[in-house]
């Protein structure tokens, strides 16, 4: 009997660019997820498609995980990898990562499978669509994540952006190209450890995630309320709309940021980045 674990995942650095083939930064998180033999319960379709990839008919699998799914921390990918992982121990991560991704686009429609690389590698990765998974060389990133309170729907808002560049195109592609050469400059400080820096590049990811209209009032709310107490910058994480969002804080900072997030009206969710990618457990 073989269990298996994923982990959930962070966007730090562009979100939506990313489904047109433009740069992510993604950090793995310590919050996961454990797939093993068992009765399936709430929504199965995702450990259903991986059993039908890989596992025998009539084949059940149970997800406990240590988050909420309203979070927006990935577990839908983290939940195909983790099975996937289970009924076949010895699948290397290629092969994990390309039958995920399969899944999730079949279910999902539009993905860019930032998340599903983020479940199967871990660590924190810069990464292109179908061309580049890269281990990023970073430890522990200081980071304080609060939850708006309001479930996003991704679909919806992939949907969104691709009405917007359909009919404003120069504009659209303008922001994504400004935000993916923001990522790769936010690599270079990431791995310096220059957070400072990163702080003032999450700002500008903000300010185009912003024009392009996926940020929301509750998010502005605690971004600023964040900013306002000293944090280097922030952002949204993930489609917007709602879920979560990042500050980057300095050790002396991180417990008025905190408080400052919580009286707006967010959830702080303590976690940490780097997590491992997908393991057996037995
Ligand atoms: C959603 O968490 C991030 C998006 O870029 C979608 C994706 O990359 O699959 C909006």
Redesign the pocket.
């Known amino acids: 009997m073989t269990t298996a674990r994923a982990p959930g995942k962070l966007?730090l650095f562009g979100?939506?660019g990313?489904?047109y083939g433009y740069p992510?930064i993604v950090t793995a998180i310590s919050e996961r997820l454990v797939v093993g033999p068992g009765e399936s319960r709430g929504d199965t379709r995702f450990i259903d498609a991986a059993v039908k990839a890989w596992g025998k008919p009539g084949e059940t699998f149970v997800a406990e995980s240590s988050f909420s799914g309203k979070y927006?921390f990935g577990s839908s990918s983290a939940v195909t990898v983790a099975t996937l992982k289970a009924i076949r121990s010895g699948a290397t991560n290629q092969e994990v990562f390309d039958t995920a991704y399969k899944i999730v686009l079949e279910i999902q429609g539009k993905?860019?499978?930032?998340?599903v690389a983020a479940a199967v590698y871990g660590g924190t990765l810069y990464y292109v669509k179908d061309k580049t998974i890269e281990s990023l060389p970073i430890t522990d990133i200081p980071l304080v994540v609060g939850y708006t309170g309001i479930k996003a729907n991704?679909t919806a808002?992939?949907e969104d952006v691709a009405r917007k560049r359909a009919a404003e195109p120069e504009k659209v592609e303008r922001i994504f190209e400004a935000i993916g050469k923001l990522v790769i400059d936010a690599k270079e400080k990431m791995i310096e450890a220059n957070w400072e820096r990163v702080g003032r590049l999450m700002d500008f990811n903000q300010e185009y995630l912003r024009d392009l209209g996926v940020s929301s009032e509750k998010l502005e709310l605690l971004i600023s309320a964040a900013k306002g107490v000293g944090a280097w910058g922030a952002k949204l994480s993930?489609?917007g709309g709602g879920d979560c969002m990042i500050a980057l804080v300095s050790k002396e900072k991180r417990q008025v940021v905190e408080e400052a997030i919580t009286q707006v009206g967010g959830q702080v969710i303590h976690i940490t980045t780097g997590a491992p990618g997908v393991r057996v457990d037995r």
């Open positions: 966007m979100e939506h990313v489904v992510c927006g993905a860019s499978g930032f998340d991704t808002l992939i993930g489609a």
